[in-house]
């Protein structure tokens, strides 16, 4: 099909002939300009296009789906006849709906063409300012890209969305070396609406470099011990996306999660405010409408320390009886608190700065073990250096209620905005 804004709109029209009941369908264009370091210097400039088509249909309380990457008429129709197969195989399930009716609507933010001479000086220069403020740190890999997304989503019962996106991206992947010692690898990303500032200025960037050029020796610790645990907006926005996947579809259908009973009840420290802000002005990055066919809102999520809303989409909220969410999750914000940075580390007798946790899921209630990387060791309110291979435990549960301070400060990455959280109680073991 020539106009592939329509490509949507005519695949449900093709499922609706072929005898779906009901129908919808979502198309993905994306176009990506990428500049790429390898070892220290500028490698490649490539584009690349992708392209991502979804086929929903439902027949006789059936659900079928199918994702293809291409739009030409033929390859549809061939398609939808592969998409029937599989909804006839299904199993019936009088839950299977699809949005109901809204007002169509196109969105649009951000530049939808890179500045291509803007990306290499600002990467050129960021070499150059690395090279000598952080002569030991090795660049492994950086990536400045561009990146435009245009999204179409149709539906049988009239639903038509649009979208178009675009935004800047860079990711830095560093170590950093003195002699034979070497530090652990880091990285850090951030999302931009344009290029107005040089690249190491944004939020995050030179602190987790500099912090780089301090790991290359690190101390094990001895023993034990239950202490505080300061984590940084990096660490902390794993840590989020950790909590909040206990609020959508699969662990509330299958009661696994921690937190199906607690809707309306208090599950963190009152200072705690947790939104999700898919449309918000403060961040480069989101999204205008859910994959499920509904016009996303920002949202908040914890409240002062009460659970006001799960992430369920159409299907889990008709599944469970409980409310849909507004949008589909992700680009959290937490609000400030009213401690510095500063005075959260003096106010450790014992404990660590926790930069980056690598830990697997955790278990069914709650609990979590992980290694800390390119962290500190913290006593008597200093900083006093950096640890390896250093053990943290704890239960996602009750670290919400046993937080001691939360910054004023916070990083905007341009997927969140997250400050430095202390929490208490956190089981700490060297070797």
Not at 264 to 281: F, N
Not at 287 to 315: H, M, P, Q
């Amino acid at each position: 099909m020539a106009d592939r804004s329509r490509v949507s709109e005519f695949c449900v029209k093709v499922l609706l002939e072929a005898g779906i009941e009901k129908a919808e369908s979502s198309l993905l264009l994306t176009r990506r300009h990428e500049l790429n370091v390898d070892s220290g210097s500028i490698s490649l400039m490539r584009t690349t296009d992708d392209v991502n088509l979804s086929l929903t249909g439902i027949r006789d309380q059936k659900r079928g789906s199918t994702s293809i990457n291409k739009t030409d008429d033929g390859f549809i129709r061939d398609s939808v006849l592969e998409l029937i197969e599989l909804v006839d195989a299904g199993e019936s399930d009088p839950i299977n709906e699809i949005a109901e009716a809204q007002t169509a609507e196109s969105f649009s933010r951000g530049p939808e063409e890179p500045d291509v001479d803007l990306m290499y000086t600002r990467m050129k220069a960021f070499l150059g300012y690395c090279g000598t403020k952080y002569p030991n740190l090795i660049l492994e890999q950086a990536i400045l890209d561009h990146t435009a997304k245009q999204r179409y989503y149709s539906n049988s019962n009239g639903v038509s969305f649009q979208s178009v996106r675009g935004e800047y991206n860079f990711v830095v992947v560093f170590i950093s070396r003195d002699g034979t010692s070497t530090s652990s690898f880091n990285y850090v990303g951030v999302s931009m609406e344009d290029l107005s500032k040089e690249l190491h200025t944004y939020d995050g960037m030179d602190r987790l470099m500099g912090q780089s050029t301090d790991q290359t020796v690190t101390t094990n610790l001895e023993g034990s011990f239950t202490g505080d645990v300061i984590t940084t907006p990096e660490c902390m926005e794993d840590f989020i996306s950790t909590i909040t996947r206990y609020l959508g579809d699969y662990p509330l259908i299958t009661g696994t999660s921690i937190f199906k009973d607690s809707l309306g009840k208090v599950i963190a420290d009152e200072r705690l405010s947790l939104h999700s802000r898919p449309v918000s002005e403060e961040l480069a990055g989101g999204y205008f409408f859910t994959g499920d066919g509904f016009k996303a809102e920002n949202s908040t999520i914890i409240d002062r320390g009460v659970l006001s809303s799960f992430l369920l989409g159409l299907y889990g909220s008709r599944k469970t009886g409980k409310e849909k969410a507004v949008n589909s999750g992700s680009f959290y914000v937490i609000d400030p608190g009213n401690t510095d940075f500063d005075k959260m580390v003096e106010s450790v007798e014992k404990g660590i700065l926790l930069c980056r946790f690598s830990g697997g899921n955790p278990s069914s209630n709650g609990d979590f073990s992980g290694v800390a990387k390119n962290s500190y060791y913290i006593e008597n309110g200093e900083i006093k250096y950096p640890v390896s291979e250093t053990m943290v435990a704890g239960n996602l549960k009750q670290m919400l209620k046993t937080i001691k301070h939360i910054s004023k400060e916070r990083v905007n990455n341009g997927g969140s905005i997250i400050p430095w959280i202390t929490f208490s109680g956190i089981t700490i073991s060297g070797k």
